[in-house]
């Protein structure tokens, strides 16, 4: 039994793992990794390939031929919603050359399977988190069984859309039983293909938990693929991995810890922390955070080897904060970012342009905010409403969006562009005030301090190549506007 597992071809660049999914404006690509993860335990039983199209650059005839090669009986296909018409294409053109039970994954199964199962090219969805979900459609492929009993899938049968019960959430056993992801980028992928703006390189992407509890409104992964509660692998599985990656990857440079925010539960932070200590581990790290996490953990974390701290600040304006149930305010935000600076981490700062009840007025909250915090990497995105989101629902009741099609939220090149017009703010306007937040922060004397920050610490050539990297890109970018 043979089981191709594909990121499909799109644009060059394309993060189907990303939270904003484009093309990554500094020269990121994200590890396919929900597909990698999947990928793992389908493989513990049967014969299994990983292909990661954008970052071989290949096109659908090099997919196409690569199938023909390898003869699979189940291909699983990613999907990310602006990327959806194409994905669908992509299936529909490997059905055509070669007969296999063909799967879709992804955040748009969870929302569309109706209109998905409508492809000729698509036999089965596999809904939200979907691990277990493709080692029991392989079982059933192998076995050549009805799939009928399989939770969290749709599937067509005799002309009808089945649609069989969600399935549960992986819970923390599941989550250590499932192989190290870092093995399966060992075996399939080339780690030096993947780059992160914010991280030393080569870097591993890897989970040490799934879901957030929390309530932000415009978040896509808890509402569309990986669910609210956080369930967390061992801390002794956690590092087990950080030492196979030592041992095994030499040539990795940081761990980056992917959990929607490592940060959820400041217990398990300050274990994980101590438990590091004792085992004999040089190990970078970074890992996505809340603006709620407090000084002595930050310390504790930085003895730990913890580089960076990505957080979602979001915005500068706390009756925005308010409106996307982020749970956090502008204060908590600025203590964060001292007490971060004090413990001697670095942090990138995302916010957002365009989120409910944005206006001129806190934009303006937004840039002084982000001239105050001064993030030692800036990012900043186009609120992207996405199908399951109550920020899609709330646009859509609101009459807000220009498109209900997610396939329209990027441009050309792949770069988020609005899609979202209220009265009082455009689109166009929405878009080009991310860009010219973006350009005013990086390509300002004022930066060169900051970035100097960066150079002048541990690791500071790394620092730098990194940081010369992605500007490199960050300029083409800006000049390709
Ligand atoms: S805390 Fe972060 S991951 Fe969790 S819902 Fe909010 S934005 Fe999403």
């Known amino acids: 039994m043979r089981v191709y597992m594909l990121n499909p071809p799109y644009l060059p660049h394309f993060g189907r793992g990303a939270r904003w999914q484009d093309t ?8 396919p990794v929900w597909l990698s993860y999947a990928a793992g335990v389908v493989e513990q039983e049967h014969e299994t390939r990983l292909v990661d199209a ?6 659908k005839d090099d997919v196409i031929d690569d199938i023909k090669k390898f003869k699979p009986d189940l291909v699983a296909i990613d999907s990310s919603f602006p990327s959806l ?5 992509v299936a529909e053109a490997i059905k055509q050359a070669h007969d296999a039970m063909i799967v879709l994954v992804g955040p748009p199964t969870s929302q569309f399977p109706e209109e998905i199962l409508q492809s000729k090219g698509i036999d089965v969805v596999a809904r939200l988190e979907y ?12 076995l050549n069984k009805d799939p009928r009993h399989i939770k969290g899938i749709s599937y067509k049968d005799n002309g009808k859309i089945i649609h069989n019960p969600d399935r ?7 989550l250590d039983r499932i192989p190290f992801v870092s093995k399966l980028y ?3 992928l080339d780690i030096k293909d993947y780059f992160l703006g914010s991280s030393l390189y080569p870097e591993v992407q890897i989970f040490t938990g799934r879901g957030c509890p929390h309530k932000c409104t415009f978040c896509s992964w808890p509402q569309t693929l990986m669910g609210r509660k956080y369930r967390m692998r061992s801390i002794s599985n956690v590092l087990d991995e950080l030492e196979w990656i030592e041992n095994n990857l030499p040539e990795v440079k940081e761990v980056f810890f992917e959990d929607d925010t490592f940060t959820i539960n400041n217990r398990r932070v300050l274990e994980f922390c101590k438990e590091y200590s004792k085992r004999d581990l040089d190990t970078i790290w970074a890992c996505n955070a809340r603006a709620d ?3 002595e953990t930050m310390k504790e974390m930085k003895k730990a080897n913890c580089r960076l701290l990505i957080v979602g600040y979001e915005s500068g304006s706390n009756e925005i904060l308010k409106n996307i149930k982020k749970g956090i305010d502008v204060q908590q935000i600025e203590a964060f970012a001292d007490n971060a600076r004090k413990a001697g981490l670095l942090v990138l700062g995302d916010f957002i342009i365009g989120l409910p009840g944005e206006t001129r007025e806190s934009i303006e909250q937004t840039k002084k905010a982000i001239k105050k915090l001064k993030p030692d990497i800036l990012q900043v995105s186009v609120a992207s409403p996405f199908p399951g989101t109550e920020f899609y629902q709330w646009c859509k009741e609101n009459e807000y969006l220009l ?9 050309e090149q792949g770069h988020q562009k609005s899609i979202v017009s209220y009265p009082w703010l455009s689109a166009e306007e929405i878009t080009n005030t991310v860009d010219g937040i973006l350009r005013k922060y990086y390509i300002s004397p004022r930066y060169i301090p900051v970035a100097l920050r960066q150079v002048f610490r541990k690791n500071g050539l790394y620092e730098l190549r990194r940081l010369w990297y992605s500007t490199k890109m960050f300029i083409g970018y800006i000049f390709g506007r």
């Open 24 to 31: 990554g404006r500094g020269g990121t690509l994200y590890y």
């Open 54 to 59: 954008p970052a071989w650059n290949w096109n």
């Open 85 to 89: 018409d194409n994905d669908i294409q």
């Open 131 to 142: 691990d277990f979900t493709l080692k029991e459609l392989a079982e059933a492929v192998a």
């Open 168 to 174: 549960e959430f992986a819970n923390s056993g599941d």
């Open 186 to 188: 060992k075996k399939h």
């Open 293 to 295: 996490l407090n000084y």
């Open 403 to 411: 498109t209900d099609n997610p396939n329209e939220y990027l441009d």
